[in-house]
Antibody, heavy 120, light 107 residues
Framework: QVQLVQSGAEVKKPGASVKVSCKASGYSFTTYAMHWVRQAPGQRLEWMGW????????KYSEKFQGRVTITRDTSASTAYMELSSLRSEDTAVYYC?????????????WGQGTLVTVSS | EIVMTQSPATLSVSPGERATLSCRASQSVSSNLAWYQQKPGQAPRLLIY???TRATGFPARFSGSGSGTEFTLTISSLQSEDFAVYYCQQYNTWPPTFGQGTKVEIK
């Protein structure tokens, strides 16, 4: 069965960076894409960007362009999301979610979420 | 970007009753509309895609309809496990966008 397992909660100071991992299993990692979606307290889900796990191509939301970097390690079936220049408004649960070639922006499986807290 | 608007924000329903949730897109998304169910402390879970196709594991009491800009999620007879927050999402146009959610709570 498909599983996306994310790394644990993080506490960071303003201005720092955070890197969250998402290990996939149960499917062919390079056939699919991995997205990152965040959910700030009381806010709607917000798409941040994605990586085509096969060719490594990425695309980011304009809101996060320049601050977010999504990478992958095909040998480990793992995707990573790094967010820099953290501010308090970045406190949120960050999810990875997979999608397939039939609909690249349809999120069929989700990780359990990683809480990132930004506080001085 | 396409703005997704859901109504109502909260829906109070008794078990066994019908629940109807609405989602409106600021421009046409064809049938490229998904619904997700999110329970407290859990990740969202794909419920409906293509506006009306149920994802694996969800019973027939969940149904979706609509196309273009107006969409509906109907839960025909609410069970205790259905009380959750439901989000719509368009995947027709980059960037993908979500509604603000409808919380279905026990009346």
């Amino acid at each position: 069965q498909v599983q996306l397992v994310q790394s644990g909660a993080e506490v960071k100071k303003p201005g720092a960076s955070v890197k969250v991992s998402c290990k996939a299993s149960g499917y062919s990692f390079t056939t699919y894409a991995m997205h990152w979606v965040r959910q700030a307290p009381g806010q709607r889900l917000e798409w941040m960007g994605w990586i085509n796990a096969g060719n490594g191509n990425t695309k980011y939301s304009e809101k996060f362009q320049g601050r977010v970097t999504i990478t992958r390690d095909t040998s480990a079936s793992t995707a990573y999301m790094e967010l820099s220049s953290l501010r308090s408004e970045d406190t949120a649960v960050y999810y990875c979610a997979s999608s397939g070639p039939s609909a690249w922006y349809l999120f069929d499986y989700w990780g359990q979420g990683t809480l990132v807290t930004v506080s001085s | 970007e396409i703005v997704m608007t859901q109504s109502p924000a909260t829906l109070s329903v008794s078990p066994g009753e019908r629940a109807t949730l609405s989602c409106r897109a600021s421009q046409s998304v064809s049938s490229n509309l998904a619904w997700y169910q999110q329970k407290p402390g859990q990740a969202p879970r794909l419920l409906i895609y293509g506006a009306s196709t149920r994802a694996t594991g969800f019973p027939a009491r969940f149904s979706g309809s609509g196309s273009g800009t107006e969409f509906t999620l109907t839960i025909s007879s609410l069970q205790s496990e259905d009380f959750a927050v439901y989000y719509c999402q368009q995947y027709n146009t980059w960037p993908p966008t979500f509604g603000q959610g409808t919380k279905v709570e026990i009346k």
